[in-house]
């Protein structure tokens, strides 16, 4: 009985460690942002991104540049499949609100590794 216990309490810990955290705050997921590994494979997704967003024209597609002034800075939680799944901003207005809009359930390429949390500044 106390093995079956033991056993029990192991595979209950194991899986909350294994969970992957997922933020619920901008600052949250600011603090994740700065624990991402920085290396080749980070660097080379950040590239990846900025090209697949580019060329779907996503930042500019619902016009969220001229909904409010001054820069911002947004996080997108992207899952492993390459989904938008969490938008956080420092800021609430018009900009953050559109893009909030145009990113969330919005797909890219896969990171390497999940949750990843990618950063932009907005001018």
Known sequence: MAIR???????????????????????????????????????????????????????????CYFKAEGSLVQILQIDATGKVIGYFSDKDNGRSQCWRNTYLGATFPKPPFAPFYHHLVMQ
Do not use: V
């Not at 600052?27 to 624990?35: P, S």
């Not at 980070?42 to 060329?55: K, L, R, V």
């Not at 779907?56 to 597609?61: F, V």
């Open 5 to 63: 216990l033991a056993l029990i309490a192991a595979l209950l810990l194991s899986g909350c460690a294994s969970t992957t955290h997922a933020a619920t705050s901008f600052a949250e997921a600011e603090r994740l942002f700065d624990l991402q590994p920085r290396n080749a494979a980070t660097d080379a997704y950040g590239t990846t991104w900025a090209d697949y967003n580019n060329a779907q024209h996503l930042d500019e597609r619902d016009g």
